[in-house]
């Protein structure tokens, strides 16, 4: 089931991201979110009605999806941003695609024209994830992030909604 993230989640969400900052280069940030990190950021995304969806199954919370303002300023404003963070179990199994679905649902009714998502070089599934929901590779940043001693180039990805 996809529904609403409410702030009840931060705890399961907070749980399945931060493995993925602390062990991964999926994203370049080491900076673990707290839950009331994640809380604030259910809040703030509601407030500016953005979207932050959860999928869950009877085993509980295996993944979220959320987007917010792609860079500042009011010639951004219907460019946005996501984020697509998976239990490792809910990986292949079209939770990613489900969440990314409701999103891009989400993001067409709140009037934005596109998604754009950062996405690390050094991760090639998520390129590939990307590629199959549509999305085209519209730039690479070389060495844009450092992590685990070593930079990592970051790849744009871009869908028109």
Known sequence: ??????????RALAALWNPVIRDTVITFTSVEKTVDDVKALIRQRQAQGAGFLVAE????????????????GPGYAKSQEHTVILAPTARR????????????????????????????????????????????????????????????????????L
């Not at 992030?145 to 070593?150: E, I, T």
Request: aromatic share 8%; glycine share 14%; hydrophobic share 45%.
């Open 1 to 10: 089931m996809i529904r609403a993230a409410s702030e009840a989640d931060a």
């Open 57 to 72: 199954a009877a085993v509980g919370v295996q993944g979220f999806a959320t987007y917010g303002a792609f860079r500042a």
């Open 93 to 160: 199994r079209g939770v990613g695609r489900g969440l990314m679905s409701a999103l891009e649902d989400h993001a067409r009714r709140a009037g934005h024209r596109c998604l754009i998502g950062a996405v690390s070089g050094s991760n090639p599934g998520a390129t590939a994830f990307h590629l199959a929901l549509g999305y085209a590779q519209v730039g690479r940043v070389p060495d844009a992030g450092w992590k685990f001693g070593q930079f990592h180039d970051l790849v744009l990805m871009h869908k028109m």
